[in-house]
C-alpha cells in the first residue's frame, strides 16, 4: 500500500478552510475573521509549499492555525454552488477533509437536483485537481508561454481594455457574476457576449413565434402518463438532466400505478432513447412532420381552433410516412395513443435533433402541446429556469467577422472554449488572429487558452465565489472550498482589476467580488424578511447553499400567438433521403467536451456505446453490412468542411441513413488525458444555421463515408448484447407487471429470505436494490463510486485487456421485441454479496469471507492475489490490481504515471488505496457502515434506516439503488426486496445475493409472448431452492 | 452519553490556565497524581535540581538526550508539559475524541503560551522563528498504522479508553517513543476481551438490546464465516471482524 495521506492534517498554510466559508452542520458560530487568515498566510510564503506534492514523509505537519469548524481527520460538509456541470446549476454538499474537498454530494434542499448528481458533477473534483490547468500568469513567447507576474499581466490587461473594440466572451450566467459582467462592460464601453455551446436559442425562437413568449418553460414530466421526446436529451445533456431524471422516475413509478408510456422519436437513440418503450426512427429533420401529424390525430379528437385545424390538415400519417421514413400506421398508432392519454408532453430536439429546420420542430412540438392540452398543465411558462441567452450561432458569426474585420481590439474569453467549440468552418481560431490582444482568463490549457496572448488563469469553480438564479424565489449560493491550489485568482477578481488598471477610477461598489457578491446579498436580505440581520441570515444561507422558496412557482397564462397560425411548415413530400446526414451528439461524460480531461469520464463506458477513451462512427448494421464494415474498422467521414478517421461502432439504434458521432473528443490540447483522444465532429460540421433562430445545425450534415481497409480499436466494455435470457436484467410487459403485482402477498413484518445470510445474532444484514424500471444508465453511481472509493483509471489498452477497475458498472442489454425491434435495459452490476459466494471458499489464505452483517469481505492485507475468487465469482465484478495503478510499469504510456499532483488530493482517507496483486470489489461502501456504527453505538442504539448511504444510492438522480439492512423488515429496502418485481441476478446459481433486482416494466411487447422473462411466478427472493443447494 | 470527558491524566482545565500564566511559580502545587504514586519516576524537575538547572532547561536537555524515541526537530518535552505543567493531553490535542486521527496541535496553539513564556529558551527561540515565517514544524511521526488499517481514535476514546493505555506513561517520556507494539495481536487483546463497564455499546449488547429479525428455524448462513456463527459475534468488547479495520 503506497503513501496516501502525508499526514494527519497536511495542509499546513491554515488557510484551505476558506475564511468566510461556513460549513452546513455546527451551528452559532461567529464568522471567521478574514484578515486574521490573511496576516498569517502572507506571512508565510514558505508555507504554501507545505500544500504541496507530499513528499514530506513520515512528518506530521499541522496546521499553523486551526481554521474554524475544522478538526483534522474529520469531514466537515460545506454547502455550494455548481454550475459548470452541464446545462442545470447543481446544489453541493462538499465533503472537505483537512482543506481538501474529497467527495461532492447533492445538497437536498436544492431545488434542481435534490441531493442528486449527475456523473460530470461527481468528476468535478478531477477538473479542481487536474493537474494541467493552468498554474501561473503566462504571456506567449514564440510558440510557448513564459510566466510574467500578476501585476505584469493585470497592468498590460488594463492596458488593452482601454481603447474601443473590446469584447468580453463569457458563458451564460445569472446572478452576481451577470451583473458584474455587465457592469464592467458598461465601465469599459466593451461588448459582453454570452456564448454556450449547447444552448436553447431555437426554443425561445420557438416559443416567441408559438405562444409571443421568449422563454423556456418548465416541464413537469412527472405529471405525464405520456412522454413524448423528439430528440430531447433530457435524461444526459438537456435543459435539467438532474431534475428531469427526478420527474421521470416519478412518472415511471410503477408499484404507485403509474407507468408513463415513453416514446422517442429521431435518427438515433441516445441514452435517453433507450429507455423509451418505443422509438419512430423518423429521418433527421423530419421530426416536424411526426409532431405535425400527431398533432393533427389529437386535434381531430379534442377539437381546436379551425384555424389550426386548417394548419394541420395536410400532415396525416400517410401523407409524412414517405418522408419521415416510417410506416403511416405506426406513426399513426402512436398519434393514437397520444390523443387517449390522459396528459401527454411532447418535449422538443435538444443538440443532437438541431437540424437546419430546428425552429419548425420547436414550433410544431410546441403546438402538439398545445392541443394536448400540456400548455398550461404540465408545460408551464414562467415556472422554469432562469436561464441567460445565450448568442446565437450567427451572433458568433457577427463576432468572428469583426474579430476577422479588425473590429475587435481586444478578445477576453473567460471559462469557454470557442476555439473547441465551435465549428471548425466558423473560422473562430482563424479570426483570433486578427485580434490584437487575446487574453484568456480559463483555468485549463485548452484550445483558446493556446491560442492567447496573454492567460490570467482563474480558480476553479469549487475555489470560487458564486451564485445563480434557479427559479421563482430561489437562488443558489457558492463559497470557495479550498484557496487556490495554484497562482489563481477568481475570473470575477481579475476582471475587477483590470478595469482599475484600465482606469482607476472604476468602481464596483466593492474591492473584490467576495464583497461584490455580498452587496447583492444584502440587497436581497432588505428585500426579505429580515428576521435575522445581515450576517446571521448571511451565514444561514451559506448554510444551506442559496435561498429556496417553497412555493410552487407560478405559470404564465400563454396562448397561441398569431405567428403560429401563420408559420410556415414545410409541406410533406417525397423524399427519400439518399445520402447519409450526420448525426453529432453531446455525450452525458464529456458534453461539450469540458469533461474530457478527467480520467474518471474517460474510463466512464459511454452509456450507450459501452467504448472508452475514444470516438467512433455509429453505423446501423444492415449499412455496416452492405459496405463491408464490421466493428472496430476505421472509416473516414467526409463532409464539404472537412473528413476525420474513427472506428466504427454497429449500433442497432440509428436509422440505416445516418452517421452518427459523439462530440466532446478530439481534442487538440487541454491536458494529457484529452489531447489526441479520439476525434472532433466539429472539425467537419459545415457552419450552417437553422435561419429563424440562428442557432448552429449539428444534425443533418451530409456525409460520405469510405473505409479505409485499417482495422482500429474501440475498446468497448460490454462483451454480449444480451444476457442469453440468464435473468441477469430482466424485462417483463406491463400488463404482465401489473399482474404480477396484483397476486404478488409479501408479510410486511417478514424480512427477506436473504436477511438471514448473516450471523443470527446480528441485528444488520446489508442489502441492496436495484430497480431496473428506473435505472436510465448514466452511470452516476459508476463516477460517484470512483470519488469515493478510491478506484483508479487504468487506460484504454487495459479495460482492453478486461483490466477496468469500476465497481459497480452499468451494463446494457437488448431485449427483442415481437415486431423485430429491440428495447433496452441498463443494468447496474456490482458485488452481490452473496449469502453463499462463490468467491470465499476458493481463497486459500481467507482473504474473502462472509462478515457477520453479511458483507462479503475482502482483506487486501490478506489478499496474495491468486484471482481464484475472481474466476469463480459468476457475476465477474472483481477487480485485480496488474498494476500498483495508475500507473504504467511497462513504461508504454506515461499518461498513467501515478496519481499526479494535485489528482491526489482527491483521494479518500478512509479507504486505502490498494497496490499490485491486490484483489478488490465494491464493499458496500463498508466506511460509510462504519461511520454510522460509530455514531449509533456512541448513542447507545442500532443504525436506523437512512443512516448508511452507500455513495452510489446518494447521487442516483432517479433512487433506482436502494441500500439498507435488510434484517429491519420497514427498512425501505426490505420493503423493495419483498415487492413483486424483485429477483436475483443468475439466482439459478443460489448465490443468494443481498442485491435484489427490480423488473424492468416496459409498454412494449416482448419477444416470446411472455414478456421477456419466461419465469413468471418464480419467487426468487424467497427462492427454496436456494436451500438445497447449503 | 458518552465517557468523552474522561481524557485528561489527572489535571482540570482551571489548573493549566494558571500553569500557563505562570508556570514557574506554580509546579510545586500541580504536581500530578500519577508522578507522585510511583517514586521510580524521575522527573525533569528532579534533575533539574541536580544540574541546577531551571526545569525548563533540564527538560530541554532530557529530550534532547532521551535515547529512545526520534529526534524532534524541537525538543519538545511531553513529560515536563504533562507532569510539570499538569496539562492534559486534550488540551492540544484538541478534537481527538471525534476525529480518526490524534490532532496534532496548530502551531498557533504552542505561540498561544510561548508568545509569552520561555523567550530566553533556544528550543522556543526557534519555535517562534517558524511562526514567524508562517511554517509549520515538521514533527517526526511516531505512531504509524500501515495504510491498509483504518484505524479511528473517536470510538476508542468514546468508549472510555485512556489516551495511556495505548500510548503508554507519556507523562514519563521526555521524547516520545512508540511504546505499544501496534501489532493486530495487540490490538486483538483489547478487542477479544470482555466488555467493560466503561463501554457505552458494544455489538453485542445492542444485539441484545434491539429486536431484530430472528433467523427462521433451521435457517443457517452458508457463507464462510473466519469462526463459528453464534459464538463470537459481538461477544467480545470491540469487533475481532477483519473488516472492522481492514477495507
Known amino acids: 500500500m503506497h503513501e496516501r495521506e502525508m499526514t494527519e492534517s497536511s495542509c499546513a498554510s491554515g488557510t484551505c478552510g476558506c475564511g468566510g466559508a461556513e460549513p452546513v452542520a455546527e451551528p452559532g458560530t461567529s464568522r471567521r475573521d478574514f484578515l486574521k487568515v490573511i496576516g498569517v498566510a502572507g506571512a508565510g510564503v514558505a508555507a504554501t509549499a507545505a500544500c504541496g506534492p507530499p513528499d514530506a514523509g513520515d512528518k506530521l505537519i499541522s496546521y499553523l492555525v486551526t481554521p474554524e469548524n475544522t478538526t483534522p481527520g474529520v469531514n466537515t460538509t460545506y454547502a455550494t454552488l455548481l454550475t459548470g456541470a452541464g446545462p442545470e446549476p447543481l446544489g453541493l454538499h462538499a465533503w472537505v477533509r483537512d482543506g481538501r474537498p474529497i467527495k461532492l454530494e447533492g445538497n437536498p434542499s436544492f431545488p434542481t437536483n435534490r441531493g442528486k448528481l449527475t456523473a460530470l458533477a461527481q468528476s468535478a473534483l478531477q477538473d479542481l485537481y487536474d493537474p494541467d490547468r493552468v498554474q501561473q500568469p503566462l504571456r506567449r513567447a514564440g510558440d510557448g508561454f513564459q510566466p510574467v507576474s500578476w501585476e505584469e499581466a493585470i497592468a498590460n490587461a488594463g492596458g488593452a481594455v482601454g481603447g474601443a473594440g473590446v469584447v468580453l466572451l463569457t458563458p451564460p450566467v445569472t446572478g452576481s457574476r451577470a451583473q458584474l459582467y455587465t457592469e464592467w462592460a458598461a465601465a469599459l464601453r466593451a461588448e459582453h457576449v454570452q456564448y454556450e455551446p449547447f444552448n436553447y436559442v431555437v426554443q425561445r425562437r420557438a416559443n416567441e413565434i408559438t405562444f409571443g413568449v421568449r422563454d423556456i418553460p418548465a416541464y413537469d414530466v412527472d405529471g405525464a402518463d405520456f412522454i413524448l421526446s423528439f430528440g430531447a436529451e433530457f435524461l444526459e445533456t438537456w435543459l435539467a438532466p438532474t431534475d428531469l431524471s427526478r420527474r421521470y422516475a416519478a412518472a415511471r413509478a410503477f408499484e404507485t400505478g403509474r407507468q408513463a408510456e415513453f416514446v422517442f422519436v429521431g435518427p438515433r437513440l441516445s441514452l435517453t432513447g433507450t429507455n423509451a418503450d418505443d422509438w419512430i426512427p423518423a429521418r433527421a429533420g423530419t421530426e416536424t412532420l411526426v409532431a405535425l401529424a400527431i398533432a393533427r390525430a389529437v386535434a381531430e379528437r379534442r377539437g381546436v381552433a379551425p384555424r389550426l385545424t386548417a394548419l394541420l390538415a395536410p400532415y396525416s400519417p400517410d401523407a409524412v410516412a414517405d418522408q419521415v421514413g416510417v410506416p403511416a400506421e405506426r406513426i399513426q398508432a402512436l398519434a393514437e395513443k397520444v390523443a387517449g392519454a390522459r396528459a401527454p408532453i411532447a418535449l422538443p430536439p435538444g443538440v443532437a435533433g438541431q437540424g437546419q429546420a430546428a425552429t419548425d420542430a420547436h414550433v410544431a412540438v410546441a403546438l402538439l402541446n398545445w392541443v394536448a392540452g400540456a400548455v398550461g398543465q404540465t408545460v408551464r411558462f414562467g415556472a422554469g429556469a432562469r436561464r441567460a441567452e445565450s448568442a446565437s450561432f450567427t451572433e458568433m458569426e457577427r463576432l468572428i467577422s469583426a474579430m476577422r474585420s479588425g473590429g475587435v481590439s481586444t478578445l477576453i474569453v473567460a471559462g469557454v472554449n470557442p476555439v473547441y467549440s465551435l465549428p471548425a468552418a466558423s473560422g473562430f481560431a482563424d479570426a483570433l488572429g486578427q485580434v490584437t490582444t487575446v487574453i484568456s482568463l480559463g483555468s485549463h490549457m485548452d484550445e483558446t487558452t493556446q491560442a492567447a496572448g496573454w492567460v490570467l488563469p482563474a480558480n476553479h469553480e469549487l475555489e470560487s465565489w458564486s451564485d445563480a438564479e434557479i427559479g421563482a424565489g430561489a437562488r443558489g449560493l457558492g463559497q470557495p472550498l479550498i484557496s487556490p491550489l495554484f497562482d489563481t485568482r477568481q475570473a470575477e477578481d481579475i476582471l475587477m482589476q483590470v478595469a482599475v488598471a484600465a482606469s482607476p477610477g472604476t468602481d464596483f461598489g466593492a474591492p473584490d467580488f467576495a464583497s461584490y457578491l455580498q452587496n447583492r446579498w444584502r440587497e436581497l436580505h432588505r428585500a426579505g424578511d429580515r428576521v435575522l440581520g445581515f450576517e ?26 398569431a405567428g403560429a397560425f401563420a408559420y410556415d411548415f414545410p409541406t410533406p413530400g417525397q423524399d427519400g433521403g439518399g445520402s447519409l446526414s450526420l448525426v453529432a451528439y453531446p455525450t452525458l461524460q464529456f458534453y461539450d467536451g469540458r469533461g474530457a480531461n478527467r480520467p474518471w469520464m474517460q474510463e466512464m463506458p459511454d452509456p450507450v456505446v459501452k467504448a472508452v477513451w475514444n470516438s467512433w462512427v455509429e453505423l446501423h448494421p444492415d449499412a455496416a ?6 466493428h472496430g474498422d476505421i472509416v473516414e467521414v467526409r463532409s464539404e468542411s472537412g473528413s476525420i478517421r474513427a472506428p466504427v461502432f454497429v449500433y442497432r439504434g440509428i436509422r440505416e441513413d445516418c452517421v452518427g458521432m459523439p462530440l466532446g473528443q478530439g481534442h487538440t490540447a487541454y491536458g494529457r488525458f484529452a489531447a489526441g483522444r479520439g476525434v472532433n465532429p466539429l472539425e467537419i460540421l459545415p457552419a450552417r444555421t437553422d435561419a429563424t433562430s440562428g442557432a448552429l445545425a449539428f444534425g443533418g450534415a451530409a456525409v460520405e463515408l469510405t473505409a479505409t481497409g485499417e482495422r482500429g480499436q474501440l475498446v468497448n466494455t460490454q462483451g454480449s448484447d444480451s444476457d442469453h435470457d440468464r435473468h441477469i436484467a430482466t424485462m417483463i410487459g406491463v400488463d404482465l407487471a401489473r399482474a404480477e403485482l396484483r397476486e404478488h402477498h409479501a408479510d410486511p413484518d417478514q424480512a427477506v429470505d436473504a436477511a438471514f445470510d448473516s450471523d443470527p445474532n446480528s441485528p444488520y444484514r446489508w442489502g441492496m436494490t436495484i430497480d431496473l424500471n428506473l435505472c436510465t444508465g448514466c452511470g452516476a453511481c459508476t463516477a460517484a463510486c470512483a470519488a469515493e472509493n478510491n478506484i483508479p483509471w487504468v487506460g484504454e489498452k487495459r479495460v482492453q485487456q478486461g483490466r477496468e477497475m469500476s465497481w459497480i458498472s452499468v451494463a446494457r442489454y437488448y431485449k427483442e421485441t415481437a415486431d423485430g425491434g429491440f428495447r433496452t435495459l441498463h443494468a447496474p452490476m456490482l458485488c452481490q454479496h452473496c449469502g453463499d459466494a462463490p468467491c470465499e471458499p476458493v481463497c486459500p489464505v481467507y482473504a474473502t469471507y462472509h462478515n457477520p452483517e453479511g458483507l462479503n469481505a475482502q482483506v487486501y492485507n490478506r489478499c496474495v492475489g491468486t484471482r481464484y475468487c475472481a474466476n469463480n465469482c459468476p457475476y465477474k465484478v472483481r477487480r485485480f490490481n496488474w498494476y500498483t495503478y495508475p500507473m504504467g510499469e511497462d513504461g508504454e504510456d506515461r499518461t498513467f504515471g501515478e496519481w499526479p499532483y494535485p489528482l491526489n488530493l482527491q483521494l479518500n482517507p478512509d479507504v486505502t488505496v490498494r497496490s499490485k496483486g491486490v484483489m478488490e470489489k465494491c464493499t458496500f461502501c463498508v466506511q460509510r457502515i462504519s461511520r454510522a456504527k460509530f455514531l449509533a453505538k456512541d448513542q447507545g442504539r442500532q443504525v436506523g434506516d437512512g443512516e448508511v448511504v452507500s455513495a452510489c444510492m446518494q447521487t442516483c438522480p432517479t433512487e433506482a439503488i436502494v441500500f439498507g439492512n435488510l434484517k429491519d423488515p420497514a427498512s425501505r429496502v426490505s420493503q423493495l426486496a419483498r415487492g413483486a418485481r424483485g429477483y436475483h441476478a443468475l439466482d439459478e446459481l443460489s448465490t443468494r445475493p443481498a442485491v435484489t433486482y427490480l423488473k424492468g416494466v416496459t409498454h412494449a411487447e416482448l419477444e416470446n409472448g411472455s414478456h421477456g422473462g419466461g419465469h413468471e411466478g418464480e419467487e426468487s427472493h424467497d427462492s427454496e431452492n436456494a436451500e438445497s443447494h447449503a | 452519553m458518552t465517557n468523552a470527558k474522561r481524557l485528561t491524566t489527572g489535571a482540570t482545565l482551571g489548573v493549566l490556565a494558571l500553569a500557563v500564566g505562570g508556570w514557574m511559580l506554580l509546579k510545586a502545587g500541580a504536581e500530578p497524581a500519577v508522578a507522585q504514586e510511583d517514586p521510580a519516576v524521575q522527573t525533569a524537575a528532579t534533575a533539574a535540581q541536580e544540574a541546577e538547572q531551571t526545569p525548563a532547561e533540564a527538560a530541554i536537555a532530557a529530550a534532547e538526550n532521551a535515547d529512545r524515541g526520534p529526534a524532534q526537530p524541537i525538543p519538545f518535552n511531553h513529560a515536563f508539559h504533562v507532569t ?30 510561548h508568545r509569552v513564556v520561555g523567550g530566553a529558551l533556544a528550543p522556543i527561540q526557534e519555535l517562534r522563528a517558524y511562526w514567524a515565517r508562517g511554517e509549520p514544524v515538521p514533527w517526526e511521526r511516531v505512531y504509524k498504522v500501515p495504510e491498509f488499517v483504518q484505524f479511528y481514535h473517536e470510538p476508542h476514546m468514546r468508549n472510555g479508553l485512556e489516551c495511556e493505555e495505548c500510548h503508554g506513561p507519556v507523562e514519563e517520556m521526555d521524547r516520545i517513543y512508540q511504546w505499544s507494539s501496534l501489532r493486530m495481536g495487540w490490538c486483538l487483546e483489547c478487542h477479544r476481551g470482555e466488555p467493560e463497564e466503561t463501554d457505552v455499546a458494544t455489538d453485542y449488547m445492542l444485539s441484545q438490546e434491539y429486536q431484530h429479525a430472528p433467523t427462521p428455524e433451521g435457517r443457517q448462513p452458508t457463507g464462510l464465516y473466519p469462526y463459528a456463527i453464534s459464538e463470537e459475534y459481538g461477544a467480545s468488547r470491540a469487533p475481532i471482524d477483519c473488516l472492522a479495520c481492514h477495507y
Open chain 2, 84 to 113: 510539570e505543567l499538569s496539562m492534559s493531553c486534550a488540551y492540544c490535542h484538541t478534537g481527538t475524541e471525534r476525529s480518526k486521527v490524534a490532532v496534532m496541535p496548530a502551531l498557533s496553539l504552542c505561540i498561544g503560551c
Open chain 1, 625 to 630: 453490412t452492405a459496405r463491408g464494415l464490421a
Open chain 1, 536 to 561: 446571521s441570515w448571511w451565514v444561514e444561507r451559506m448554510k444551506a447553499g442559496g435561498i429556496y422558496d417553497r412555493s410552487p412557482a407560478p405559470t404564465t397564462p400563454v396562448s397561441l400567438a
